[in-house]
């Protein structure tokens, strides 16, 4: 690494980079390639001899860019954001350049010193209690603190397998074939990957059906009346995973009852905001947090709607014994004076793997750049384009509003009445209705002017417009809007021919 070379070419990066989110609006936003695409013109073979970074650039032009979809593009309103920043992106590539491995204290001390300082102050917007924070706070639960992970389903992984030790050393291991997981029809798909991983069969995943009038969240007394279920089955219920804001429709579970029954049964708490937790540094939201405090454990992803690049998911324990008891390790090879004498934190064992990124260093710059007043705005104006986009669908009766807008993404579609009306119903009138909806999204997308995507709720196709890429303005909402209607009309005259 010859540190001239590595500074003109970096500075070239930088201006490339520079160069794309000034021209990414000509992009289309979801990348429009077939697949099998790179194969036939990328080389099967590594090249023998050294080639240069310039003409590495002009094929990165030419053949990846048609092969990106532009999560930066101000017009990407499809699944969550990624949202970037400058701060998230200088951050990163500090830490990409010291390129340490903090798998614990005395391999990198700011790496993890920092991530604890990061995390706590992160804990303190979002105002959880402090027994979720590290100590030295004045705090009276002790053994609380947070860790930065890559996503959600590691932390969810990770809290499960705390969870499921935690139990097991109480119940004996023989036990474990009684241990049950409860989620709601709309926890992200990924908890039931990581119960399946931590060895919870599909038999004992409980998902409890929500509904439209509970605005899809998870009601209480449904839970409630699972576990008594389960326990007269003689099982043993170990594990729920709360949503703020889930994946479909944003919907919030209630924090407090459902953690009011997760202490009377003894059940580990996860509380999964991975889009809506960044939410909740303004006060507006904090209602949403209400009860916390009985809840084991709290992620979210910070990559998401936190101005920090892929990928840094925070999670927040706190009995911290716990996660450390189901995850530490202790080789020789990594045997030293600080870990043995107790008195610093090693990140190895609150996580999956044993290397890690110091990905605390682009948390902390997106933090110290923007400070909290800032942060509260940006997230504020994302919602306030979505309140404004839901006032453009108010105007045109074509549409209807699906459920309830809670933060920066506004679920829609086209009115039953309207294709019915229009329409010839080969199908039943719901298939019709969804088929129609579907073939706006597809003729939308394949515009490449936007990209949004849908999701499936009762039966009922929607559509999901999510704001929150940080180049998105109101003037991108408005045009939005106008191609969703030009398609909508497209579709509509063709329909009635
Ligand atoms: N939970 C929710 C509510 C999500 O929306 C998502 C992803 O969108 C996830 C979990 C999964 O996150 P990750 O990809 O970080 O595992």
Same mark, same amino acid.
């Given at each position: 690494l010859d540190p001239e070379e590595f500074r003109r070419q970096g500075h070239k990066i930088v201006n490339f980079l520079a160069d794309y989110y000034q021209n990414i609006e000509q992009y289309p936003v979801c990348s429009q390639v077939k697949p099998g695409y790179l194969q036939k013109?990328?080389?099967?073979?590594?090249?023998?001899?050294?080639?240069?970074?310039?003409?590495?650039?002009?094929?990165?032009?030419?053949?990846?860019?048609?092969?990106i979809t532009h999560w930066q593009s101000p017009n990407f309103f499809a699944y969550f954001p990624s949202s970037g920043s400058t701060a998230g992106f200088l951050g990163e590539?500090?830490?990409?350049?010291?390129?340490?491995?903090?798998?614990?204290?005395?391999?990198?001390?700011?790496?993890?010193?920092?991530?604890?300082?990061?995390?706590?102050?992160f804990g303190k917007m979002l105002n959880l209690?402090?027994?979720?924070?590290?100590?030295?706070?004045?705090?009276?639960?002790?053994?609380?603190?947070?860790? &930065?992970?890559?996503?959600?389903? !590691?932390?969810?992984?990770?809290?499960? #397998?705390? /969870?499921? %030790? $935690?139990? &097991?050393?109480?119940?004996?291991? !023989?036990?474990?074939?009684?241990?049950? #997981?409860? /989620?709601? %029809? $709309?926890?992200?798909?990924?908890?039931?990957?990581?119960?399946?991983?931590?060895?919870?069969?599909?038999?004992?995943?409980?998902?409890?059906?929500?509904?439209?009038?509970?605005?899809?969240?998870?009601?209480?007394?449904?839970?409630?009346?699972?576990?008594?279920?389960?326990?007269?089955?003689?099982?043993?219920?170990?594990?729920?995973?709360?949503?703020?804001?889930?994946?479909?429709?944003?919907?919030?579970?209630?924090?407090?009852?459902?953690?009011?029954?997760?202490?009377e049964f003894g059940i580990w708490i996860h509380v999964d905001a991975a889009y809506a937790g960044s939410a909740c540094i303004c006060p507006e939201f904090q209602l949403f947090l209400d009860g916390v405090e009985n809840a084991n454990s709290f992620s979210l992803n910070a990559h998401k709607w936190f101005f920090s690049t892929l990928d840094c998911c925070c999670l927040w324990v706190k009995d911290s014994i716990a996660l450390t008891k189901a995850l530490s390790t202790n080789p020789e090879c990594l045997r030293n004076k600080a870990s043995e004498l107790n008195q610093v934190i090693d990140y190895k064992d609150w996580q999956i793997s044993l290397s890690r990124r110091f990905r605390a260093l682009k948390l902390w710059l997106v933090l110290r750049s923007y400070g909290v007043t800032n942060l509260r705005n940006l997230i504020t104006s994302h919602v306030n384009m979505a309140k404004h986009f839901e006032g453009l669908i108010a105007m045109d009766t074509r549409f209807e509003i699906f459920v309830p807008r809670k933060f920066a993404m506004v679920c829609f579609r086209i009115s039953p009445s309207i294709i019915i009306s229009q329409v010839s119903t080969k199908f039943g009138h719901e298939e019709e209705v969804n088929k129609f909806n579907a073939k706006l999204v597809e003729s939308i997308n394949s515009s490449g002017k936007l990209y949004l995507t849908h999701g499936v709720v009762g039966g009922t196709y929607f559509i999901r417009f999510a704001i929150g890429a940080s180049l998105t303005h109101y003037r991108h909402v408005d045009i939005a809007w106008k191609v969703i209607q030009d398609h909508a009309n497209a579709l509509l005259n063709q329909s009635s021919v």
């Open positions: 013109i990328i080389p099967n073979s590594a090249p023998n001899n050294p080639e240069l970074l310039e003409k590495i650039l002009q094929d990165v032009k030419r053949d990846i860019i048609p092969g590539m500090l830490s990409v350049g010291f390129n340490v491995v903090g798998f614990n204290w005395i391999s990198s001390p700011a790496a993890t010193e920092l991530e604890s300082i990061v995390i706590n102050w209690p402090n027994c979720f924070l590290f100590s030295g706070d004045g705090d009276g639960c002790g053994g609380g603190g947070g860790v &930065l992970q890559g996503t959600t389903c !590691e932390a969810m992984l990770c809290t499960i #397998v705390a /969870a499921r %030790d $935690q139990m &097991l050393r109480k119940i004996g291991r !023989e036990n474990f074939g009684k241990l049950v #997981v409860y /989620a709601s %029809d $709309q926890t992200h798909f990924s908890l039931n990957k990581a119960a399946h991983i931590a060895g919870i069969d599909s038999e004992n995943f409980r998902v409890i059906p929500t509904t439209k009038a509970d605005e899809y969240a998870l009601c209480p007394k449904s839970l409630r009346l699972a576990i008594l279920n389960d326990i007269k089955e003689g099982k043993v219920p170990l594990f729920l995973c709360a949503t703020i804001g889930t994946t479909s429709t944003t919907s919030v579970d209630p924090l407090r009852p459902l953690c009011e029954i997760g202490k």
